[in-house]
């Protein structure tokens, strides 16, 4: 009971779905192995359209919104927890989010990257504890084992330090793959981000793309009273044929500040092992 | 006087400026001696500014802004040109457009890709005569001779049979690179489309990204009246790990489907030689 906040005989039950590109059993094995290791506690249920292929996807549209009905929708199941991003939660969110029963409602759901097309959807329904932080995809990277750990830490035990350290209790969040969030604006997935702090992180987009996606989103986010935005990391930058100029900070310190949008610094999200859980909402602990 | 419409003693006096990225002496020259060539009768003014670099960019943004206002508020100057796309056009448009004197309304202004943040301002504003068709950078394509001489036939004398050959007289139009126009929505570049068929186009996209622009889009653009969508091209489609599973026109006939936005077919625009002019608003000739 060293790590438990619950007892021995109620196991916490993690469904997990792919609602965007298909995972792997090998991953799910290792990702299972793991958590045996270090949550026994934890019960994870992947479902078996997490590997699912069709075309890019886990499963058709279909497949992928059934998935994640049937165990969002089941009162034997504690948690969702994403298995992986890629693209694909768009085309479900704001569908799948309309057929959720109240059971729904006494979850958490876990992810990143696209999967936070589902978490906005989630949040902007208020439906369940909605958090931004890492999914069972990560075992497959450097030092995954623990972000895979981090995130059971969460689910699980609700440990604070699982936590992005710069997060201040009392004040609302709400955490994005900034390429993800862009594609959301005026969109029926995109939550109400007012009085909160919008934490971005991206990956893999050389930087006039981000600096062109900070216009989007900052122009977009200008009026909505947004208490500020930080900035996780932004990793993986394709080399363009010459240097554009200007770091990603630099880059959403000017976006933000001709939008009238406070920057708030950096923040510990991103596709790598060392991201941080970010819960959406008003932080109590 | 067999091509021109006006007389040798008024030359069509065309500017050209590069709002992103910068352009090269070389094919300027290259783009100058065709047009001696071909259209006799324009008279080329590459400003310097199209030479600048400045990181990814052709100067700075005050530079970029300077160049395109000086051109488009001298009352000698018939049409301006965008030299090339590349990224840029979003951060000076919103700011250079509020800067024009009425004599800007007097011009042509002609691009594509990124200069589509420019023609959606300056559309969006009422000024000018704005359309979608080749720039200077195009003479260095395969076959690009064609597409630059395209352009002029439509700067110096509005040829009929260098525009899109299924705009349909008494219809209003506009047409846009769709990452592009993807960024500018919710933002103040965007202009009203309302009764307007949209043609969009995109290159060196994903096709989980055109997917995923294609939601955003047309989402966006859901509620606002639009007549309908075409699509162009959609070229040099990188190959991912898997097939995708949808060819561009089915994505584009899924999501304008599920939006109510009528499918219009397919359009003649695109980042190659082929590229048709598309006028913005209403079509008369």
Redesign the interface.
Known sequence: MAQGTKSISSPVRIGICAPSTPFTKDAASRVIALAARTHPHAELVFDEQCFF?????AGSDKQRTDSFLALANDPDIDAIWFARG???A??IAEAAVQRLDSVANNKIYLGYSDAGNLLGALYRAGIGEVAHGPMPSDIGRADGEQAVARALDWIVHRKADALDPGLISGQKYAAFNLMTL???????LIPDLRDHILIVEEISEY???F???M??LC??LADIGLTGIKLGRVDDIPE?D?????DPEAIIKRWAGSNAIAYLGRAEIGHDAQNRIVPFGLLKT
């Open positions: 292929e069709d075309g890019h996807f890629g693209y694909g768009a085309r862009a594609m959301m604006t005026g969109t029926k930087l006039y793309a600096d062109r996606a216009f989007h122009s977009n363009n010459r240097p554009f100029g200007e």
